[in-house]
Nanobody, 115 residues
């Protein structure tokens, strides 16, 4: 059974930084991509950033220039460095892995940015 565990969320003032981590455990093989999604109250879950096994990345327009996604394949871990945080970055952040044709989601970590 595959489990994704996120950490690093919290409360931060606008302009601050947070680093999210997500590690997969269990029988997970051939990871093709890892990503971070954000869901604000009343909204759908939207892509924030994604990285492929080959290292290609793409970001939501709102994240470009402020957030950086990276990964450690040996640890089955993906990171999201978030700088210059804004109030509108508030939400629950979920990691998502795609591996062997399946998708796996973490349980979510709350990020709250105060003004």
């Amino acid at each position: 059974q595959v489990q994704l565990v996120e950490s690093g969320g919290g409360l931060v003032q606008a302009g601050g930084s947070l680093r999210l981590s997500c590690t997969a455990s269990g029988s997970i093989y051939s990871i093709t991509s890892m990503g971070w999604y954000r869901q604000a109250p009343g909204n759908q879950r939207d892509l924030v950033a994604r990285i492929t096994r080959g290292g290609s990345t793409n970001y939501a327009d709102s994240a470009k220039g402020r957030f950086t996604i990276s990964s450690d394949g040996a640890k089955n871990t993906v990171y999201l460095q978030m700088n210059s945080l804004k109030v509108e970055d508030t939400g629950v952040y979920y990691c998502r892995f795609i591996a062997s044709g399946y998708q796996y989601w973490g349980q979510g970590t709350q990020v709250t940015v105060s003004s």
